[in-house]
């Protein structure tokens, strides 16, 4: 986490913008989580902090994060916008359809499977995202009782 504060923190004397601790908090939060976060939800954990903190420092402190290359903006086909610290490594997405609940995968034969394709259609690949969906697990027991 602080390789990733120390590198938001350079960002923020790059853009010329003022280092404040409140920013700070909230994006200390965000990468304390560990799965995918919307605005409310972060919001809900930044008041638990700093109840002085609003919602507008929230979505200022997410949007320059996502502008510093350091968070993601993923708008998975649920309706709700969440973030995650940009990854070290590549991952793709199982997204369920009726929780919303995001799990995280990689797995190199379905990433060499991609680079093949690109090659066959003589594409040089430099970026792709996966989503897959479906009903996880508990929504599958729940939606049989």
């Not at 799990?103 to 060499?112: L, Q």
């Amino acid at each position: 986490m602080n390789m990733w504060m120390e590198q938001f923190n350079q960002f923020i004397l790059k853009t010329g913008l003022r280092h404040s601790q409140q920013r700070e908090q909230v994006a200390r939060i965000f990468f304390s989580t560990t799965t995918h976060i919307g605005i409310e939800e972060l919001f809900k954990k930044v008041q638990k902090i700093n109840s002085k903190i609003g919602i507008a420092t929230v979505y200022r402190t997410l949007n320059l994060l996502v502008e510093s290359g350091l968070a993601q903006k993923r708008n998975f086909d649920t309706g709700a916008v969440t973030y995650e610290p940009t990854p070290v490594k590549h991952h793709d997405h199982l997204i369920c359809t009726q929780c919303q609940e995001v799990v995280e995968f990689h797995h190199e034969k379905i990433e060499e499977l991609q680079e093949g394709i690109a090659k066959s259609y003589k594409y040089e690949l430099q970026f792709h995202k996966m989503e897959l969906y479906g009903i996880c697990s508990k929504c599958r027991l729940l939606k049989k009782k």
